[in-house]
């Protein structure tokens, strides 16, 4: 039976990197483009789970939109997984504010960085 017809996908699955890993460098350098920290506040007023990378209305194709993905989750910022032809999100909020303190909550401010 081929993948298609077993709804197996190609694409390898997300490698995630734990927040206890990230240094504060590359925390920051995470935050400091304007399109993931749309993302990011778009991820943390969802549920967990909810929105797949598609959902998301910001300005810039599909290729950069997975750049952006993948430093979230490098940084440790953002868990993703695949459900059928859609990669879901999660915010992962709380290991990273164990990591780094308060760091997310200046960047959810709505006065903070735009």
Not at 12 to 21: G, I, L, M, Q
Not at 48 to 61: A, E, K, L, N, Y
């Amino acid at each position: 039976m081929s993948d298609q017809a077993t709804g197996a996908s190609h694409r390898p699955a997300p490698v995630h990197t734990h927040p206890d890993e990230v240094s504060v460098l590359t925390a920051l350098s995470a935050v400091s483009d304007p399109v993931r920290i749309e993302l990011i506040r778009e991820l943390a007023s969802s549920p967990d789970w909810t929105r797949s990378c598609g959902s998301f209305d910001v300005p810039v194709g599909k290729a950069a939109k997975s750049h952006h993905f993948t430093v979230l989750r490098g940084a440790g910022l953002l868990e993703q997984r695949d459900e059928g032809p859609k990669r879901v999100n999660r915010l992962r909020r709380e290991e990273f504010d164990a990591r780094f303190p308060g760091l997310l909550d200046l960047i959810l401010r709505a006065d903070s960085i735009t």
